[in-house]
């Protein structure tokens, strides 16, 4: 999957945030990259996977429910290994597959100063392959 390109423009006091896509759709066990650019010296970027307590260990296997990176320049990268959503994929109910993650970026105080929420949707499990896994 391509990555997440989130930037940051600073305007005034706040920072405004721009992601691309907004909407991620990953299956069971892909992993994502979040890539921050032009994020302003000694602010920090926070992916916060549970704001709706619906995911209290977060939706990857290696990345909590609160991910805080400090920026020792402009550019941050972000790493989520294999997608792991907390509820099983529901194809009657596709609601259930949304899940919402807030990125937010904090001055050199703590005050946080852009928000934004993207989602990611979950595609389920990967097909099985046609020939058993055995080809």
């Not at 990259?33 to 307590?53: H, I, K, R």
């Not at 939706?59 to 941050?76: A, I, R, T």
Request: with cysteine; hydrophobic share 30%.
């Amino acid at each position: 999957m391509a990555p997440v390109m989130i930037t940051c423009t600073r305007v005034g006091e706040k920072v405004s945030i721009d992601t691309v896509p907004l909407h991620s759709k990953l299956q069971v066990g892909e992993s994502m990259t979040w890539q921050v650019s032009n994020l302003p010296p000694d602010y920090s970027v926070e992916l916060c996977f549970d704001p709706t307590g619906r995911a209290p260990n977060g939706l990857f296997k290696n990345l909590g429910p609160d991910v805080v990176k400090k920026s020792s320049g402009s550019n941050v990268e972000i790493y989520g290994d294999s997608f792991n959503p907390p509820l099983a994929f529901d194809p009657i109910h596709p609601l259930r597959n949304l899940y919402r993650y807030n990125i937010v970026v904090r001055d050199p105080k703590g005050i946080v100063v852009g928000s934004q929420d993207p989602t990611i949707d979950n595609q389920g499990s990967p097909p099985e392959p046609a020939d058993g896994g055995q080809g």
